[in-house]
């Protein structure tokens, strides 16, 4: 005959509190993790819309051939948007790849090459793309906080991002 032995336990069923605060303490560090990955990286975003810019100025230099008409970047603070010259002035540009977009992480301040700019309420930067195909070499630097890139034209149709000289 073989004893069992049954271990004695005494009150009702249920998890010990050490077992409670390490089940907690796991879900804290998760929390955290999850909370961190979520907020977005003023450097990623600001990369990203210098990426798309890259892309869209070299697609604006070309309707703009296309289209025999002039076209303007224009952009503050909050976002920037397109314009196409026309007999009524300047409009907007309403294709979906031009339409008005918002910075991914506002404010963003611009410094083209022709001269300072540190968009306030109301103020502009503007950048013609000609339908003569005639575009000078420029530099925007894009800054948002404490995070700097620029976009460079080197004036025939290449637009690149680099990390701005200090």
């Given amino acids: 005959m073989h004893a069992t032995r049954?271990?004695?336990?005494?009150?009702?069923?249920?998890?010990?509190?050490i077992e409670l605060l390490v089940v907690m303490?796991?879900?804290?560090?998760?929390a955290s993790i999850v909370a961190l990955n979520m907020k977005p990286h003023r450097d990623a975003a600001l990369a990203t819309d210098a990426s798309r810019l890259a892309?869209?100025?070299s697609l604006a230099a070309d309707e703009a051939q296309i289209r025999s008409r002039t076209i303007a970047w224009q952009a503050d603070s909050d976002g920037y948007r397109f314009l196409i010259a026309s007999d009524r002035g300047w409009v907007a540009l309403d294709d979906n790849a031009f339409r008005a977009r918002s910075w991914t992480q506002a404010p963003v301040a611009a410094t083209?090459?022709?001269?300072h700019f540190s968009p306030s309420q109301?103020?502009?930067i503007e950048i013609p793309f000609e339908k003569n195909g005639v575009q000078p070499p420029f530099t925007l630097e894009l800054?948002?906080?404490?995070?700097e890139l620029?976009?460079?034209?080197d004036g025939i149709g290449h637009y690149n991002?680099?990390?701005?000289e200090p």
């Fill in 161 to 164: 991002v680099v990390r701005p």
């Fill in 112 to 115: 083209l090459s022709r001269g």
């Fill in 122 to 124: 109301g103020e502009k």
């Fill in 6 to 17: 049954t271990a004695a336990r005494s009150g009702p069923p249920g998890y010990t509190l």
């Fill in 25 to 30: 303490f796991v879900l804290g560090i998760l």
């Fill in 143 to 147: 800054s948002a906080g404490d995070v």
């Fill in 55 to 57: 892309a869209l100025f």
């Fill in 150 to 153: 620029a976009l460079a034209a």
